[in-house]
T-cell receptor, first 110, second 112 residues
Framework: GIQVEQSPPDLILQEGANSTLRCNFS?????LQWFHQNPWGQLINLFY???GTKQNGRLSATTVATERYSLLYISSSQTTDSGVYFC????????????FGEGTQLTVNP | NAGVMQNPRHLVRRRGQEVRLRCSPM?????VYWYRQLPEEGLKFMVY????????ESGMPKERFSAEFPKEGPSILRIQQVVRGDSAAYFC??????????FGQGTRLTVV
């Protein structure tokens, strides 16, 4: 099956810093999503981005499908950004199910 | 528009008991998925259903686990004779064709 690798596995920032999270995948996809799992365990949709670039406030994401990677940018980080960021991909051959990466654990210190 | 609704949020059961986890998809969504998250791990796909049909159950354990999405009512994930290794967070997601998936808040199962 498809492999999804996220980097870095852990990231510690001071409030106000910027960061880039990466997601590499091993095969072509027709669905890519970024999620934030907050410290209470909730999974929050950030982006549905199988290709191209999107922005939402301090967050933006870019997927280069032909090169099989996606990037999530967090600018001016806040303590509420702490949690785990997951990249998940879907392929037509396996229906609409998502394969998740292992996540990036982000800690933003005040 | 309410999100994906799961209940219960937390569940504690003794080994050998049965559990039923419920999931109501978002309005207009006909695809339902169940995922399991073990402590400190990512989410793993279990099963994909549409109304009255199991589309893909390749991630479901072969024994004790079953899922349904009836014509009326929520989707149900059933685990029979639970063991300690079943302790995990179980997430339901829903989507419509061509869109991303939206997740519920999960059910945290603890088997004692």
């Amino acid at each position: 099956g498809i492999q999804v690798e996220q980097s870095p596995p852990d990231l510690i920032l001071q409030e106000g810093a910027n960061s880039t999270l990466r997601c590499n995948f091993s095969d072509s996809v027709n669905n890519l999503q970024w999620f934030h799992q907050n410290p209470w365990g909730q999974l929050i949709n950030l982006f549905y981005i199988p290709s191209g670039t999107k922005q939402n406030g301090r967050l933006s994401a870019t997927t280069v499908a032909t090169e099989r990677y996606s990037l999530l940018y967090i600018s001016s980080s806040q303590t509420t950004d702490s949690g785990v960021y997951f990249c998940a991909v879907g392929q037509e051959t396996s229906g609409s199910r998502l394969t998740f990466g292992e996540g990036t654990q982000l800690t933003v210190n005040p | 528009n309410a999100g994906v609704m799961q209940n219960p949020r937390h569940l504690v059961r003794r080994r050998g008991q049965e559990v039923r986890l419920r999931c109501s998809p978002m309005k207009g969504h006909s695809h339902v998925y169940w995922y399991r998250q073990l402590p400190e791990e990512g989410l793993k796909f279990m099963v994909y259903l549409q109304k009255e049909n199991i589309i893909d159950e390749s991630g479901m354990p072969k024994e004790r686990f079953s899922a349904e999405f009836p014509k009326e009512g929520p989707s149900i994930l059933r685990i029979q004779q639970v063991v300690r290794g079943d302790s995990a967070a179980y997430f339901c997601a829903s989507s419509r064709t061509g869109s991303g998936a939206f997740f519920g808040q999960g059910t945290r199962l603890t088997v004692v």
